[in-house]
Structures are given as C-alpha cells and as structure tokens.
C-alpha cells in the first residue's frame, strides 16, 4: 500500500502474511476505518515495524479492529509515525511480540507510536493482551507522546519488557470522564 487506506462500511481479512520490510499485512500512509467496517489479520509477521501494520497513523471510527499473533523487530503489531485513535470504536490485539532488543530500537510488544498519541474516546474499547518487548513497552510504547483515554476503557494484561513499562512505556497517561483503564500481570525487568 503507498498511499492511504480508507474503509467505510466494508471488510478487510487477512491471514497468514509476512513482510522482508514493515507492515506484515498493511503499510502505508493514514489508514480510516470508518462506519461499521471491519479490519481482521491473523498470523502477520515483519521483520522491521509493525507486525500486522505499518502505517503514518490510524483512525478506527465507529468500526473493530482485531489483531492477533504477530511479531516485528519494533512495534510488535501496530507500529504508527503519528495518532492512533480510536473512536466510538473497538480495538483489540493478543499476542504480540517486539522482538529487537537495540537499544535505539525501542518499541511496545502490541503497540508502537513514535511521534504522536495514543487516544481512545466517545466510548471505545481497546483489549491489548500477551505482548511481550525485548526493550520498553510490554503493551504499550508512546515515549514522546500520551496515552489518553476519554469515556473509555482500555484492557491490558499479561504484558512484559525487558526494558521499562511492563504495560505502558509514554510520556503521560490521562484517565478522563469515567474512562477506565485496567493493567493486570504487566512486567518490567527495570523501574518502570
């Protein structure tokens, strides 16, 4: 994919896909997921960023997003240049691994995002289990931006790194409205 992505009211499966580059099932520029679509892949694997996906940014609007066992140097699923943002919407990723353990290489198990936030709001949803990162971020890498989650709920559990934030390795964290976030069995070998 060279460009853009844009989804409305439709599917996407894929099972089974590999990348010698990013993005084992999709890269690309922004991907929209917009009006009741589905995104589903299976078994995605890249031997640099993004397991399943590669992509600038993602919008998951009024749609589900699902993921499950994949790998990638960084970013062990989702691995994004700016947003991911997810609203009115469901995402959920298990078994995920980042699996480069360079220290200029640092990157969450499920969820990578270099240059930008993370955001859940308008009642999303978002399930992140078993990602494990051979450097920070079990669940969750943001480290120059924040997770934010506003009239949501966000799931993480069975998370770990090797470096710090068995979890969520970002700048902040904000838990606004009665947004719920929920972190259980997240480990870290350093402080964090």
């Known amino acids: 994919l060279a460009g853009s ?24 520029g ?12 299976t ?10 996906i590669s992509a600038t940014g993602l919008l998951v609007a ?14 062990g699923a989702l691995y994004f240049d700016n947003d991911l943002v997810v609203e009115s919407g469901r995402l959920k990723v298990t078994e995920a691994q980042a699996i ?4 200029g290489r640092s990157s969450g198990g499920i969820v990578t995002v270099r240059s930008g936030d993370i955001i859940f709001r308008s009642g999303s949803s978002g399930t992140l289990h078993d990602g494990t990162a051979l450097n920070h971020g079990g669940c969750i890498f ?6 934010l989650l506003d009239s949501s709920t966000l799931e993480l559990s069975n998370c770990s790194s090797a ?13 606004v409205g009665d947004a719920q976030l929920s972190i259980a069995n997240a480990v870290a070998a350093l402080e964090g």
């Open 5 to 28: 992505l844009s989804l409305q009211a439709s599917s996407l499966i894929t099972n089974n896909s590999a990348s010698a580059g990013s993005g084992g099932a999709l890269a690309g």
């Open 30 to 41: 922004l991907i929209s997921v917009r009006s009741g679509s589905t995104i589903s892949v």
């Open 43 to 52: 078994s995605s694997h890249a031997a640099t960023g993004g397991g399943a």
């Open 62 to 75: 009024d749609s589900n997003f699902t993921v499950a066992v994949t790998s990638a140097a960084t970013g």
């Open 100 to 103: 480069s353990s360079e220290s």
């Open 142 to 147: 943001a480290d120059d931006g924040t997770l």
């Open 163 to 175: 470096g710090m934030g068995g979890g969520v390795k970002a700048e902040g964290v904000s838990v």
